[in-house]
């Protein structure tokens, strides 16, 4: 009999169907891996395992007892342990007061207390003092003492969400040792990972949801990493098609690198939208942020690009992938958000030219066709499409060349998507050339002219159309290097 059940899990946020019918069964000292493409489902079943978040309908059977967990607490007491994709360490406490938070006793033995978590940072070979700020720690170094706390809850089941994204291969090997001595010590594992290699290294078996459903689950030694691709993908359903626009003259060339992302050089053609793929940690997603001045280094043409101000000046603007801490003031309105990156040019004698300010709004308004289409309207009344709109606006008012777009359409419905996509397409057309990172793989395949493949910090590959969405999974997956 399996260690843990689940049986028809549900779960709703508004209109969207996170996990639907899902069933999920784990054997006592298994590691288990749960695979599936950006939004299949993943971490809201685990947290619906965890006590996170309870599940609308469902059924949780663990070693023969039906449970329903309200809290994290009540997981716990189970033995069930999760380690969240989001890290959960509170920065200002030292490692020890973190690997123990919320089960220290009021009267502290200090002594006692370093003692244990010294016994525990070892488990993890983490060469660190428990008397240390975390703040101070790498993300890798967080992550593993994450994974300690949740060993010194001694739990049953260890759930681990994408844990490597932020891990060195170094880091990746302790760690894949130390999953090795817990399954040993009878202990099962929920494997969550955008990298199959991975997950055929460390698990006894996989499952796969897309879309909120279970599409398979299988046993690695008889599966193969293309069958699991093929899982998570499914049928390929093209919603959007750019028109191959013809490319122009080279634009410029990027030189990036830094923090994880080596050096790499990206040349740009007038009227090109170049695609850069790849999973959390890969690198990708550090490119545009550098680009941009934010960090790492840069240069654009050989000149060196060290903040965003240097950036707009040459011509690049970017478009930020989390609108509502970096790209938007949801207070203000449409009009003063689309002049917030050109107030100089709107300025005369230090005073607001508001007659051309709302100019400016109503012209991007109409070329994006913005709904409501009212300049004086609080940005924090707008759809999720319309509020990244009045992002681009921002960005396009400043008059660039270059546009980095850094996950467009996170958070955009069907419909407003469609809409950005022609205007990305339009900006291309009207000679622009556009560097866009996204974690949505049709999206890629469906706007770029080439597609850039990143993993393990630089360009693996170069990808041309005709695409093939399974074979842009498997390049990004690291599928293709196994096969
Ligand atoms: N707290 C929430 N509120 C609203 N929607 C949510 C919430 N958590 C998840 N979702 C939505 O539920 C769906 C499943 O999300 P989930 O985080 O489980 O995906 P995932 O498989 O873990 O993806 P990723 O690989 O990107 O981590 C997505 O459409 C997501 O936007
Ligand atoms: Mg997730």
């Known amino acids: 009999m399996a260690l843990l059940t689940m049986t028809g899990m549900t779960k709703r946020f508004g209109n969207v169907v996170a996990l639907d019918d899902v069933d999920f069964e784990l054997e006592a000292g298994e590691v288990h891996a749960l695979v599936g493409e950006n ?102 170094e967080k992550q593993l003492v994450e994974i300690a706390r949740a060993l010194a809850r001694e739990g049953r089941i260890l759930v681990l969400d994408e844990p490597t994204a932020a891990l060195s291969a170094t880091e990746t090997d302790r760690l894949f040792d130390i999953i090795n001595k817990v399954k040993a010590q009878g202990v099962s594992v929920v494997y969550i990972s ?7 290294r460390i698990a006894d078996r996989v499952t796969v949801l ?45 030189q990036v690198g830094g923090g994880g992302l080596e050096p790499t050089t990206i040349t740009l053609r007038a009227g090109e939208v170049v695609g850069l793929a790849g999973v959390i940690g890969s690198g990708r997603e550090r490119v545009l942020p550098t680009a941009f001045g934010l960090h790492g280094t840069a240069r654009w043409q050989g000149r060196p690009v060290r903040s965003p101000r240097e950036a707009i000046r040459q011509g690049i603007v970017l478009v930020p992938s989390d609108r509502k801490t970096q790209g938007l003031v949801l207070a203000l309105t449409v009009q003063e958000n689309v002049s917030l990156a050109t107030l100089e040019r709107l300025q005369r004698l230090g005073f607001m030219q508001l007659a051309r300010e709302r100019e400016q709004a109503l012209h991007w308004i109409e070329r994006l066709s913005l709904r409501p289409p009212e300049p004086a309207k609080p940005v924090h009344e707008l759809s999720g499409g ?32 469609a809409e950005l996509y022609d205007v990305i397409d339009d900006l291309s057309a009207r000679g622009l050339g556009l560097l866009m990172s996204s974690s949505d793989t049709e999206e890629l395949l469906g706007l770029s ?13 170069e990808l041309h159309p005709p695409f093939a969405y399974e074979e842009v999974v498997a390049h990004v997956t690291g599928a293709h290097q196994m096969a």
């Open 39 to 140: 939004g299949a489902g993943k971490s809201t079943l685990m947290k619906v395992l965890a006590g996170v978040q309870p599940p609308d309908e469902g059924a949780t059977v663990l070693a023969g007892e039906s449970v329903r967990f309200a809290s994290v607490t009540e997981a716990q007491a189970h033995g069930v342990v999760m380690v969240y994709q989001e890290l959960a360490l509170v920065p200002s406490l030292s490692v020890a007061e973190n690997l123990f938070l919320g089960s220290i006793p009021r009267l502290v033995d200090y002594r006692a207390l370093y003692a244990r978590a010294r016994e525990l940072l070892e488990q993890v070979e983490l060469r660190i003092e428990p008397e240390q700020e975390v703040a101070l720690l790498s993300i890798g």
């Open 194 to 200: 955008h990298r199959l290699e991975e997950v055929f």
């Open 210 to 254: 897309r879309d909120g459903r279970r599409v398979g689950t299988c046993t690695l030694a008889e599966t193969s990493a293309e069958d699991i691709v093929r899982l998570m993908v499914g049928k390929a359903v093209r919603r959007y098609t750019r028109p191959q626009r013809q490319g122009a003259g080279e634009l410029g060339r990027f």
């Open 449 to 461: 002219d080439h597609i850039l493949v990143f993993r393990h910090g630089r360009v693996i590959t």
């Open 386 to 417: 319309n509020q990244q709109k009045v992002v681009i606006a921002k960005a396009l008012a400043t008059e660039p060349k270059v546009l980095l777009l850094d996950e467009p359409t996170r958070g955009v419905d069907v419909g407003a998507r």
